[in-house]
DNA sequence: CATGAAAGTCATCACGA
DNA sequence: TCGTGATGACTTTCATG
């Protein structure tokens, strides 16, 4: 799907999403029209799906990750209850798991209480049976960046 | 710590990464050298971590996520076996969790057989006691944007 | 798909209020 | 901290190979 020139823009953007179209075109040795349209075809194709700042959590205050499971009762293939459990402050991913029906949920929050407010809210969702929260003590790592391999 | 101007660049940035600093400095209503000046503080206080592209996992040939569970044989504190279980290629984030001595890992791969040769190098390393692995069905909801709140 | 030229726009810096 | 103004670099489009 993708050529070594392709692969190389993927992974300096994924490295520096801020990396100037003229750099690219520097780096991967072509003219900076042609890097633009290769870019922009990722873009369309779907393969860049969009460019984020990265924040540290502790420096604006949300000092506490957590991982939760959240068993609930509904039809399986379902999602209804991972729409609302997304849509609560703190919850930054929502994933349907195999085996017990239940939503794996990572959660970032001030402290504590702020945690204990969010389950709180989880509870309060119909559907939602019990909630089994594991909390972090420290994140060794922490990436979005895919690692590329050349027959992608 | 932040005031609105601030938040307002923060949250813009998180959105996209990639829009300019003119684009801000419309935003928010300053001129770009002061936008500028405010980015590069957010960048050297550790506010700002990175700009990253995000990729569909799919279209580079990564459908299949999992959580494991790692428990582990070592000295509280220590996070050596994190760091060789950061090190394996198609690991993202790696947390050290509280209650039982585990890492909780989350992964990116092709497929089961890549999962499974994932899970067989985990077990390799010599401090991992054992696995315990959930996969993923479907993702409700994945994003690195942290809530920004005006008393950070 | 890639190039090169042209127009408009932007990034960046020094300086002053 | 901010705005102004200058300059060199960049972005983007388009005609063309």
Redesign the pocket.
């Known amino acids: 799907m993708f050529n070594e020139?392709d692969l190389k823009i993927l992974n300096i953007l994924q490295e520096n999403a801020r990396t100037?179209?003229?750099?690219l075109?520097r780096a991967v040795d072509?003219?900076?029209?042609?890097v633009?349209?290769?870019v922009r075809k990722l873009e369309r194709r779907g393969v860049i799906t969009g460019y984020a700042a990265h924040l540290s959590p502790p420096a604006v205050g949300l000092s506490l990750t957590a991982f939760t499971f959240v068993r609930v009762e509904e039809a399986v293939g379902a999602t209804d209850t991972g729409r609302l459990l997304a849509d609560l402050p703190g919850v930054l991913e929502v994933h349907y798991t195999a085996g017990a029906a239940a939503y794996l949920v990572k959660v970032r929050v001030a402290d504590t209480a702020a945690l204990a407010g969010l389950l709180r809210e989880m509870g309060r969702i119909e559907s939602v049976r019990d909630t089994n929260t594991t909390i972090v003590l420290e994140t060794v790592k922490e990436t979005a960046a895919l690692p590329l391999n050349h027959h992608s």
Not at 20 to 23: R, T, W
Request: aromatic share 0%; proline share 7%.
């Open positions: 020139i100037s179209n003229a750099d075109a072509l003219a900076p029209s042609a633009l349209e290769r």
